[in-house]
């Protein structure tokens, strides 16, 4: 099993930015890619933005030129930094790993962009 702590969300205005982080723990030898998926009221999870081992990297065509993933492999932790946020950013947003046998989700944490 994987364990995922989650931190970074809250309330912004819109314009302003967060930063969320997602620290890995447990069986993460076989992780090959870790990532952020988010899920609005009423709507279907769906990719942020996502990063393997080796730095590639993939974003929502929402959020390119706007959100930043990126980690540290020595901590096992992936951050995404996220500006200038919109009101359609608001969502709870759910830290991912994908191993070679199965795909494991955090809690989740909310993110709220509203005036």
């Known amino acids: 099993q994987v364990q995922f702590v989650e931190s970074g969300g809250g309330s912004v205005q819109p314009g302003g930015s967060l930063r969320l982080s997602c620290a890995a723990s447990g069986s993460i030898s076989r992780i090959y890619a870790m990532g952020w998926y988010r899920q609005a009221p009423g709507k279907q999870r769906e990719l942020v933005a996502a990063?393997?081992?080796?730095?590639?990297?993939n974003y929502a065509d929402s959020v390119k030129g706007r959100f930043a993933i990126s980690r540290d492999n020595a901590r096992n932790t992936v951050y995404l930094q996220m500006n200038p946020l919109k009101p359609e950013d608001t969502a709870v947003y759910y830290c991912?790993?994908?191993?070679?046998?199965?795909?494991?989700w955090g809690q989740g944490t909310q993110v709220t962009v509203s005036s």
């Open positions: 991912n790993a994908k191993s070679s046998v199965n795909g494991y």
């Open positions: 990063i393997t081992n080796g730095g590639s990297t």
